[in-house]
């Protein structure tokens, strides 16, 4: 077996070339391998596409690349806490694909499996397969690049005649992943909901990239506890338990703020 190991995250990503395609895990702030994004940041890499759900915050994740103007294109299902995602949209400065989340989930789970692409009802009767939906607006607020209609078919499921679109699976030339443990042969485990995206963008990355809390030796981990099998990764970076971790939105319930000033 191959030992994955890379000794820094820079080394890791220090063949990322201007204009790379990238698949990013994390949900919100939750799984962001930040230690893979802000070596890229310091490496200088540019207009980069970029596949995520989300582009970070205005200063974490995804969204310290953004505000350096080193991403050209995201491919994302929400980009609502973001402000300077926000102004580059608008001003045309980035190009955005909308895409409902269940889909670019699937879109990058198909890409990493191998399959082209699949029908869903997803979208279906709207601007996602009829196209029209602004990708990048002109510096006066027309629109620039509008998404193409995509095919529409009828299927027989269930005995009922239903439209389905169709959308193309996703692959990119390199994806960032974060992990709570990881081996030396690439297999990974994930920590709850940091588990979101962080496996299908691994699977359509022609090269996986993963940072992980802990590195342990092959065989330690359970077979039956792996998310990941390291057929899908091509380099593991060990980036320690402590490393920051932000909350995107910190809530707290009435009962619990009510105790803490007692």
């Known amino acids: ?19 790379s395609s990238l698949a990013v895990g994390g949900f ?18 540019k207009d980069l596409s970029v596949v995520s759900n989300n582009c970070g915050v205005d200063d974490w ?20 806490e973001n402000k300077e995602f ?3 949209f608008l001003s045309g400065e980035l190009e955005l694909e909308l ?7 699937e879109k990058l789970r198909a890409g990493g499996s191998g399959i082209a692409a699949f029908y869903t009802q997803t979208g279906v009767g709207t601007q996602v397969a009829e196209g029209g939906l602004p990708r990048r607006y002109n510096a006066d607020g027309t629109v620039a690049v509008a998404s193409p209609a995509k095919d529409v078919r009828t299927f027989a499921v269930g005995g009922e005649s239903r439209e389905f679109v169709l959308e193309e699976a996703i692959t990119t030339d390199f994806s960032l992943v974060h992990a709570a443990y990881g081996d030396r042969h690439g297999n990974l485990v994930f920590n709850k909901s940091a588990r979101n995206f962080n496996p299908l963008a691994a699977m ?18 359970d077979p039956d506890s792996i998310h990941l099998p390291g ?21 707290v319930s009435a009962v619990a703020t009510a105790a803490e000033g007692a």
Not at 1 to 19: E, L, N, P, R, Y
Not at 29 to 43: D, F, R, W
Not at 99 to 105: C, F
């Open 99 to 105: 895409t409902p989340q269940g889909t670019l989930a």
């Open 231 to 251: 057929v899908y990764v091509h380099r593991i970076v060990e980036v320690g338990a402590d490393i920051p971790k932000r909350i995107e939105r910190r809530t």
């Open 1 to 19: 077996m191959i030992d994955k190991q890379w000794h820094s995250a820079a080394d890791a990503v220090a063949d990322i070339t201007d204009g």
């Open 61 to 80: 994740g995804l969204g310290v690349l953004l505000g350096a103007q080193r991403i050209r294109k995201m491919t994302s299902s929400y980009v609502g």
């Open 204 to 221: 359509a990355g022609r090269v996986c990239i993963a940072q992980v809390e802990r590195l342990v030796e092959p065989g330690e981990l």
């Open 86 to 88: 926000e102004r580059q």
């Open 28 to 45: 919100g702030l939750s799984g962001n391998p930040i230690a893979l994004i802000e070596a890229l940041l310091a490496q200088g890499t």
